[in-house]
């Protein structure tokens, strides 16, 4: 379900974000470059649920600020990534294609011609799989997968975030990649906090 109803969007790039830290370069660089976006929040794979309101309601102070359109569907989804037993690649690729396949449909939906994702700043993220998938979900679909590098303003981006005061994760996030985090007991003492 959507914080907002379905309407009519006059914007060219629907932008799938997974969290305010990473929208900060890549919206403030396409706001310069005058593009028309709106921003999509669908992210499954942030877990536990109190992680995955944090990280919305962090996206919602930048989106305000900036002055951006957000539509939101907080759906977590634990038990797809918690019960995965392939590989740590094939789960991420599984984790872009749900994200990219969900922001495609609801381009279709709202007649956008066209998508990314914030994912694309990340050095940690795999770029040449994203940028794979994303084309082939946007073909059939009619639309163009915008795959621009912003890896190199990735630390600016974090330099905005702590000076917006936006909560930094310290994990990917789902529940396999907090336990590979090493600041994984602090981060679970931390969401069992927010949770009482």
Same mark, same amino acid.
Request: net charge negative; aromatic share 8%.
């Given at each position: 379900? #959507?914080?907002? %109803? ?10 799938? #974000?997974?969290? +305010?830290?990473?929208?900060?370069? &890549? %919206? ?9 976006? $709106?921003?999509?929040?669908?992210? *499954?794979?942030?877990? &536990?649920? !109190? ?22 569907? &907080? ?11 392939? /590989? ?14 969900? #922001?495609?449909?609801?381009? !279709?939906?709202?007649?956008? &011609? ?6 694309? !700043? ?8 994203? !940028? ?7 073909? *059939? ?12 303003? @990735?630390?600016? +981006? ?6 917006? +005061? $936006? @909560?930094?994760?310290? @994990? ?16 679970? /003492?931390?969401? %069992?906090?927010?949770?009482?």
């Amino acid at each position: 379900m #959507t914080e907002h %109803a379905t309407k009519d969007y006059e914007c060219d790039l629907l932008l799938h #974000t997974c969290c +305010g830290p990473c929208l900060e370069w &890549p %919206a403030r660089l396409l706001l310069q470059e005058k593009q028309n976006l $709106l921003i999509y929040y669908i992210n *499954p794979n942030i877990q &536990p649920a !109190v992680e995955n309101k944090r990280r919305l309601e962090n996206l919602k102070i930048l989106t305000h600020k900036l002055g951006l359109e957000l539509i939101a569907d &907080p759906i977590c989804q634990p038990e797809i990534w918690k019960n995965w037993d392939d /590989s740590v690649e094939a789960r991420c690729r599984m984790c872009y294609r749900r994200r990219l396949q969900a #922001t495609a449909d609801k381009a !279709v939906e709202l007649g956008i &011609p066209a998508f990314s994702t914030t994912l694309l !700043v990340s050095p940690w993220q795999d770029r040449d799989a994203i !940028v794979e998938i994303g084309n082939r979900i946007a073909r *059939p679909a009619g639309l163009l997968f915008v795959d621009r590098d912003f890896r190199s303003g @990735y630390r600016e +981006g974090q330099r905005l975030a702590k000076e917006d +005061g $936006l @909560y930094r994760q310290r @994990y990917c996030g789902c529940l396999p990649s907090l336990e590979l985090s090493d600041f994984k007991e602090q981060i679970k /003492s931390d969401q %069992a906090a927010l949770a009482e």
